[in-house]
């Protein structure tokens, strides 16, 4: 069973939620907040295995509630619920750690998933928006010396799991790509996580759209990265 806060300021919002996360889908929703603040107080509490969070809310939105979440514990798993056309607030929110994005509309089954996958340590990136998303990225960049390092520090091996990660490629497919056992990709994936130090899939898929790992140009990530 998987535990969750959802944080919304609509009540409407939030009851369409927990019909959607109901214990026979797997999921038990222990606590809920109607603003940022009050949910650094309700994940603190309850500790849960993910948050489901909005982005547009008063006192303290989604974004600063994410990177105060993160700050205050880096285990959090969070997935951000928006609407469509927040490219810019998407951005900042994986920039401050959300593990993921998905569209308030999207069909119940894909929130379900992209639950179930930030729960579990990956990332969940919504196709609908994730291009655009990421060119916006591309159209702001972060300025980090210490990248540099840290590309360098991947073998050539290293760097081609990355760019396909990066193009939304799963494991499987990745190895099927590379002609190599699913096992040895997983290998190679831990090792770039803890070398950029990125902690999941949505991490490693900013990290190489942001230093031109990979280009805007190239195929988005697919749903469940």
């Given at each position: 069973m998987?535990?969750?806060?959802?944080?919304?300021?609509q009540?409407?919002?939030?009851?369409?939620?927990?019909?959607?996360?109901?214990?026979?889908?797997?999921?038990?929703?222990v606590?809920?907040?109607?603003?940022?603040?009050?949910?650094?107080?309700?994940?603190?509490?309850?500790?849960p295995?993910?948050?489901?969070?909005?982005?547009?809310?008063?006192?303290?939105?989604?974004v600063?509630?994410?990177?105060?979440?993160?700050?205050?514990?880096?285990?959090s798993?969070?997935?951000?619920?928006?609407t469509?056309?927040?490219?810019?607030?998407?951005?900042?929110?994986l920039?401050?750690?959300?593990s993921?994005f998905?569209?308030?509309?999207?069909?119940?089954?894909?929130?379900q998933?992209?639950?179930?996958?930030?729960?579990?340590?990956?990332?969940?990136?919504?196709?609908?928006?994730?291009?655009?998303?990421?060119?916006?990225?591309?159209?702001?960049?972060?300025?980090?010396?210490d990248?540099?390092?840290?590309?360098?520090?991947?073998?050539?091996?290293?760097?081609?799991?990355?760019k396909?990660?990066?193009?939304?490629?799963?494991?499987?497919?990745?190895?099927?790509?590379?002609?190599?056992?699913?096992?040895?990709?997983?290998?190679h994936?831990?090792?770039?996580?803890?070398k950029?130090?990125?902690?999941?899939?949505?991490?490693?898929?900013?990290?190489?759209?942001?230093?031109?790992?990979?280009?805007?140009?190239?195929?988005?990530?697919?749903?469940?990265?």
């Open positions: 998987i535990s969750v806060v959802l944080v919304d300021d009540e409407l919002a939030r009851a369409g939620l927990r019909t959607i996360l109901r214990q026979p889908y797997g999921f038990d929703v606590g809920e907040a109607a603003d940022g603040q009050a949910a650094l107080a309700e994940v603190a509490r309850v500790r295995d993910a948050v489901v969070m909005d982005i547009r809310m008063p006192r303290m939105d989604g600063e509630a994410t990177r105060a979440l993160l700050a205050a514990d880096p285990a798993r969070i997935l951000v619920l928006t469509f056309g927040e490219d810019n607030v998407l951005a900042a929110a920039r401050a750690g959300a993921g998905c569209l308030k509309d999207a069909p119940a089954e894909d929130i998933r992209a639950v179930r996958a930030v729960a579990a340590g990956d990332g969940w990136l919504d196709p609908a928006v994730c291009g655009r998303v990421l060119r916006r990225y591309r159209a702001d960049p972060v300025t980090d010396p990248a540099v390092r840290r590309l360098g520090d991947l073998t050539a091996r290293e760097l081609d799991v990355l396909l990660i990066g193009r939304g490629l799963t494991n499987a497919e990745i190895a099927r790509q590379l002609v190599i056992g699913e096992g040895t990709i997983k290998t994936v831990g090792r770039i996580f803890t950029l130090a990125v902690r999941d899939r949505a991490a490693a898929v900013v990290f190489a759209f942001d230093h031109g790992v990979v280009h805007p140009g190239e195929p988005p990530p697919m749903p469940g990265v």
